[in-house]
């Protein structure tokens, strides 16, 4: 089993910054990918922001001008700061850990992003 935990959610004002965290501890088997989805009530869950390690990114095309990732080398962690926030950024954002070449996936509990115009 692979544990996640999620950190930098909260409330934040409209054209603010937050940055989200998120670090896998169990057994964690790299090559690994890690991300960053958000799921906004009544809508479907989307992908924002993953990374593997070796490096390959892909960006959710709703915020790619608005976010970095980044992981820690030779760590599992994702780091996910956004800029500009908007109202319409406000969901439950849950970080996402799958080992490649295999079907182990592992989802966070989420942390509740709120943002206020």
């Known amino acids: 089993q692979v544990q996640l935990v999620e950190s930098g959610g909260g409330w934040v004002q409209t054209g603010e910054t937050l940055r989200l965290s998120c670090e896998a501890s169990?057994?964690?088997?790299?090559?690994?990918?890690m991300a960053w989805h958000r799921q906004a009530p009544g809508k479907a869950r989307e992908m924002l922001a993953s990374?593997?390690?070796?490096?390959?990114?892909v960006y959710g095309l709703s915020v790619k001008s608005r976010v970095t990732v980044s992981r820690d080398h030779g760590k599992p962690t994702i780091s996910l700061p956004m800029i500009d926030l908007h109202p319409n950024d406000t969901a439950v954002y849950f970080c996402?850990?799958?080992?490649?070449?295999?079907?182990?996936?592992?989802w966070g509990r989420g942390t509740q992003v709120t943002v206020s115009s």
């Open positions: 990374m593997s390690t070796g490096g390959r990114i």
């Open positions: 169990g057994k964690v088997s790299p090559p690994d990918i």
């Open positions: 996402h850990y799958r080992v490649i070449y295999t079907t182990d996936l592992y």
